[in-house]
């Protein structure tokens, strides 16, 4: 399940880092068409570093907000813990990523 989440992650990070770093490198070589490779590729890893954060915390935030209304609910089949995700909860997917990168969830 944990292997699942950090696919999700890190292909969504992925996509979303090549779309803004070709934004960034157009931009800035309307500026400077000299510009540094370097300069990109810091670009491009801090990119990734912060929505790959972002992303995770923003998961974290739509987990705590969808237990609090009861959106999620425990239940115990068999002696397995699940947790299920209400079909009209806000941001429904980023919860379901917040359980699959915390597997320990399904305990609490």
């Known amino acids: 399940m944990l292997l699942r989440g950090m696919a ?3 292909a969504i990070a992925f996509l979303a880092n090549q779309v803004l770093t070709s934004v960034f490198t157009l931009a800035a070589q309307q500026i400077d068409p000299e510009i540094s490779h370097q ?3 810091l670009f491009s890893c801090m990119t990734c ?17 969808a237990r609090e209304k ?4 425990s239940e115990d089949n ?10 009209d ?8 990523l917040h359980i699959e990168l915390n597997p320990i969830t399904l305990k609490a």
């Open 8 to 10: 999700k992650v890190i």
């Open 39 to 41: 300069t990109i590729w």
């Open 49 to 65: 570093g912060l929505f790959t954060l972002w992303l995770q915390s923003d998961a974290r935030r739509a987990y705590g907000f």
């Open 70 to 73: 009861g959106f999620v609910k």
């Open 78 to 87: 068999a002696g397995q813990a699940a947790l299920q995700v209400a079909m």
């Open 89 to 96: 909860c806000p941001k429904r997917w980023l919860v379901i």
